[in-house]
């Protein structure tokens, strides 16, 4: 894909994030999912909405598009996330089979509270489950995205508070 494919992309994430992260209970966190330049699922973080924790913006573009294509199976399909993926939402990627990952905002352009404790990021996954036909491409509209979140050094107040 070109840069500028990718940028339009993730401006569709950009406006997910921030349509979903005005809603109660959602976090201002977008996905979408395209396959042969079709969107064909797409998503806002819906964890607190749907008392599930799994309900990452991601897992639920994934859950989307695998329901609208009627498989489990989004291969040459790329992942658009407004943030780094976290692990959880990495592997969800790696079972899909997702061809490529490509997200905004980069782990430290964000309050660390976004990505567990521990300094394993999304290389380290793709590495572990062998995939390295699964290319990473990070910082597609970086600042815009960053401008989201919360940033490192915040006073982060409680109840905003997550994963820390």
């Avoid at 943030?83 to 352009?109: D, F, N």
């Avoid at 572990?128 to 982060?156: I, M, N, S």
Wanted: charge should be neutral.
């Amino acid at each position: 894909m070109t840069a500028k494919v990718d940028e339009s992309f993730m401006r569709r994430a950009i406006c997910l994030a921030e349509t979903g992260g005005r809603r109660p209970g959602r976090s201002p966190i977008g996905c979408v999912i395209v396959l042969n330049g079709d969107i064909v699922g797409e998503g806002s973080n819906e964890v607190g909405r749907q008392y599930d924790p799994t309900a990452h913006a991601e897992i639920v573009a994934i859950r989307r598009a695998t329901k609208r294509l009627e498989t489990t199976d989004l291969r040459g399909a790329t992942l658009y996330s407004t943030l780094q993926p976290c692990g959880m939402c990495t592997m969800a990627s790696i079972w899909a089979k997702i061809g490529r990952i490509v997200y905004g905002a980069e782990r430290h352009q964000v309050h660390k509270m976004y990505f567990e404790d521990r300094h394993l990021n999304i290389i380290d996954f793709i590495n572990d489950a062998f995939r390295d036909d699964l290319p990473v491409t990070g910082g597609v509209l970086g600042a815009r995205c960053a401008e989201l979140y919360f940033k490192p050094g915040d006073d982060v107040p409680p109840p905003a508070q997550g994963n820390v």
